[in-house]
Every structure is written in C-alpha cells, then in structure tokens.
C-alpha cells in the first residue's frame, strides 16, 4: 500500500528547543540587533564584516546544538509516511536528525553562495561550520562568498515547491511557527490535506480547519507521532 504524504511546516519553535536562537520571540534576535543592516542586501552593501560576523556567529552556534525529539520522531515517521518537511529555519538540524526530503524556504547556514547571483548553482557550496566565511572569500564567479540565506527584500526560490507539495499532502503540520511570516504562512491555504494540524504553545492565530495542539514542539510531535504510527494507512 501506498504510503500517506505528510508534509510539516516547521518554524524557529521547533529548533528552540535545541538551543538555537530565534529571530522573532520577545528575546530573539532581531530585538538585539537591526535586521536590515544584517540582513538585507542593503546592510549587506553597507558593511559586509558587519553580516559576515552575525551569520559566522549563527553558523558556530550550529556546532553547540543537536536534534531534538521532535527532530528525531519525524525522521523515524518516514518507516510509515512520506514525509516532507517545509522549514522556516536556516539550521540543518532536520537532516542530521535523518529526515531525507526537507525543503528551506528561507536558505542554509551550512552553505555559502555568490554574492552577485545567489543562487546560481555552480557557486552554492557546502561550507563547514567552524570554517568562517572572510571578506576576499570568493565564489566561482569570482564575487564574494556571501551566506546562501534569504535576506529581506529577496525572493523565495523554494516557494513554488513548498506550495506544491502542500497541495500534495494528506496530512499536513504547522509545528513551532507563529504563522506571521510571508510568504511562508500563506502555505496553510495550500493545503490539500484532509487533516491539518498546529502545535504550539503559544497564542497562535490558527488557520480554519486546524487543530491546536498547544503544546511545544518536543511534547506535541511525541503525542502525533503516537497517533500517526497507529493508524497510517487511514
């Protein structure tokens, strides 16, 4: 028998509980720092050490942290699902916990891009996280390696494919997202699944025809999981 398409929308909830920083809580990052002097192609332009330094600091923070069990249950799920897994985040904690098809919407700390065309493929590289990107680091094309991260202003290459695939899915989990980012929260409305499920905490505004399971990531997935393997062929 066919196996069921369960597809996840994960947010900066789930990888909080691993240590990672938010960008977006009461404390997160861009309360203590101006997002667009470091992420935008105009700080960028304005002071490139300024960005290099914040992402080189993301990327070391990388090295500190591990999956957690929300991480670890939806890799597992892949024994009795086909699961997609739509993430927020610029972390690689969803690969390195076994999940094998994850699409990021908004780029990977991991990897370093040109910084005249971004993503031109034959200068997207895999870049080792204690290795800190310098200024006169350069990319194939002979530009300057820049962090291969969605700034603000810029497009979403994985877009289109993130709205496919939720079209495509027969369940469908928003988990550790507040649901206020664009374009990411539009993905709700794609949707094509028959059941449709959030978690977490907090006071999320919560899409018609989804479930709230206010619980945070770790403790919420342990109670899907528990339900999704008993029945995943319904």
């Not at 900066?12 to 667009?36: N, P």
């Not at 991480?71 to 597992?76: K, N």
């Not at 202003?153 to 469908?172: C, H, Q, S």
């Not at 499920?197 to 399971?213: A, K, N, S, T």
Request: glycine content about 6%; overall charge negative.
């Amino acid at each position: 028998m066919n196996k069921k398409h369960l597809v996840i929308l994960s947010g900066a909830g789930i990888s909080k509980e691993s240590g990672i920083d938010t960008f977006r809580d009461k404390d997160g990052l861009w309360k203590k720092h101006d997002a667009l002097k470091l992420a935008s192609i105009e700080g960028w332009n304005a002071n490139p050490q300024a960005v290099l330094d914040f992402y080189n600091a993301r990327r070391r923070q990388l090295l500190e942290v591990q999956p957690n069990k929300a991480h670890e249950l939806l890799a597992q799920l892949e024994e009795w699902y086909d699961v997609s897994i739509i993430t927020q985040n610029v972390d690689d904690l969803h690969e390195r916990a076994g999940s094998s098809h994850v699409i990021h919407l908004h780029g990977e700390l991991a990897k370093v891009c040109s910084s005249i065309d971004k993503e031109n493929a034959d200068c997207i590289e895999v870049r080792p996280l204690s290795d800190d990107i310098h200024i006169g680091d350069q990319a194939k094309d002979g530009s300057q390696l820049r962090p291969y991260i969605v700034w603000f202003g810029e497009a979403v290459p994985n877009m289109k494919k993130a709205m496919n695939t939720a079209f495509e899915a027969d369940i469908f989990v928003v988990i550790g997202t507040s649901l206020l980012v664009s374009p990411a929260n539009t993905l709700t409305a794609c949707s094509g699944a028959s059941h449709n499920i959030v978690i977490d905490p907090g006071e999320v505004e919560i899409p018609e025809g989804f479930l709230h399971i206010k619980e945070a990531a770790t403790v919420g997935m342990e109670m899907l999981y528990n339900s999704l393997i008993k029945l995943p062929y319904v």
